[in-house]
Every structure is written in structure tokens, then in C-alpha cells.
T-cell receptor
């Protein structure tokens, strides 16, 4: 089955700096890669996603890149702000038994210091 | 659009009792619903996948007799934790998706915090 590895587990940056989180996946059939932001005690919020037919996607300060050959994808946050502090999860999705299930990475705790 | 609710948001129960958690898609018909468990400072672990009108598919290591899942309609799935014990204390989150939706996007409920004393 699919396995998703995520690094780093914790990331501390100064406000205004960039933050990069990297994930690798094992199942070459995976075709959908969402990124979620989760604040303590709350549901995961989708912040950006990418499909396997696209190499890069950007939405304001957030961008995601995908390298299908190497089976890795990355989240880039520029001009970080204290409100970006949260836990970020990557996930990969592939069809299994007629439906698509998400396999999550272990998460990255991002701290943005003013 | 694509709102998913869960009830209750928080439940405390005694060891040995059963607890039912409801997951509802409020503004769309969910062909598939997923149940996740999240322990403190850990990731979301998929427990099972349910399709309306059929039996749930459980992930390896998840006891189907302990975690009963019913997906009786296109807007409601329930998770019942039977004979709950302190080690079942966790944050349970459901999600829902629908055929024809963008990619394989899942819409998450707000989660239920279960504490077993």
C-alpha cells in the first residue's frame, strides 16, 4: 500500500522567511496530492492540492511542486506570518477498490516567530 | 459548499460503554465517507472507508467488531465505538467525498474528542 514520508517534523522560522516541507510517496499510481493545515483541536483545512498531470501550482504565498519521477512533492510558504504557525500534513491519494483514500504524512509542526 | 458536520464534538464516557459518533454531509450527497483517528501530536490514521448501502472496508489492524460503521444514507455515516476503553481515547474525524467532485477531494468534519475514563 501507499506510504507517505514527511520532513521535517518540526520547522522554526522567522517571520518573513520561507518555509519548505517535503514529502515522498511510494505508490506510483497516486494521482492527487493535497496539503492540509491543522490547528490544535480543529479539522484539517485544505490549503492547496496538485494533480499528477501538473508539476507546480501556486496560490498567493503558497506553492506546491510535484516530481512524479522521483515521487516527491513539496510545499513552499513564502513571507511567513505568525498565523501560519500550525501543523501541516501532506497526503497522497490513489484509487483502491473503487474509491480513493488519502494516506497522510506524519506532519510538520511549523512555528513562525515574530 | 461541501460542509460536513459531526456530532457530538466532545464526549466523555466510562470504560465499557459504547459511544456513537455521527457524520453528516450537509449540502451534498456523499458517496464515500472516511473515518480517521488522530492521537495527540500524531497524524491522521485512516480507520475505514464506507460507501452508502454497503459494508465498510477497514484498514489493517482496525477491529471491525469494535468500531462499527454504518453508512445508511448518502448524507449520514455513524461510527460506534463498542465497549470503549481508555486506550480508545482519541480525536475521531470523518470526511466525505462525492463522485464527480474535484479530483479526489475529501471534506472533513470538525472532529469528535472522545475521552474514556
Amino acid at each position: 500500500g501507499e506510504n507517505v514520508e514527511q520532513h521535517p517534523s518540526t520547522l522554526s522560522v522567522q517571520e518573513g522567511d520561507s518555509a519548505v516541507i517535503k514529502c515522498t510517496y511510494s505508490d506510483s499510481a497516486s494521482n492527487y496530492f493535497p496539503w492540509y493545515k491543522q490547528e490544535l483541536g480543529k479539522r484539517p483545512q485544505l490549503i492547496i492540492d496538485i494533480r499528477s498531470n501538473v508539476g507546480e501550482k501556486k496560490d498567493q504565498r503558497i506553492a506546491v511542486t510535484l516530481n512524479k519521477t522521483a515521487k516527491h512533492f513539496s510545499l513552499h510558504i513564502t513571507e511567513t506570518q505568525p498565523e501560519d504557525s500550525a501543523v501541516y500534513f501532506c497526503a497522497a491519494s490513489a484509487s483502491s477498490g473503487g474509491y480513493n483514500k488519502l494516506i497522510f504524512g506524519a506532519g510538520t509542526r511549523l512555528a513562525v516567530h515574530p | 459548499g461541501a460542509v460536513v458536520s459531526q456530532h457530538p464534538s466532545r464526549v466523555i464516557c466510562k470504560s465499557g460503554t459504547s459511544v456513537k459518533i455521527e457524520c453528516r454531509s450537509l449540502d451534498f450527497q456523499a458517496t464515500t465517507m472516511f473515518w480517521y483517528r488522530q492521537f495527540p501530536k500524531q497524524s491522521l490514521m485512516l480507520m475505514a472507508t464506507s460507501n452508502e448501502g454497503s459494508k465498510a472496508t477497514y484498514e489493517q489492524g482496525v477491529e471491525k467488531d469494535k468500531f462499527l460503521i454504518n453508512h445508511a444514507s448518502l448524507t449520514l455515516s455513524t461510527l460506534t465505538v463498542t465497549s470503549a476503553h481508555p486506550e480508545d481515547s482519541s480525536f475521531y474525524i470523518c470526511s466525505a467525498s462525492f463522485s464527480g467532485g474535484l479530483y479526489n477531494e475529501q471534506f472533513f468534519g470538525p472532529g469528535t474528542r472522545l475521552t474514556v475514563l
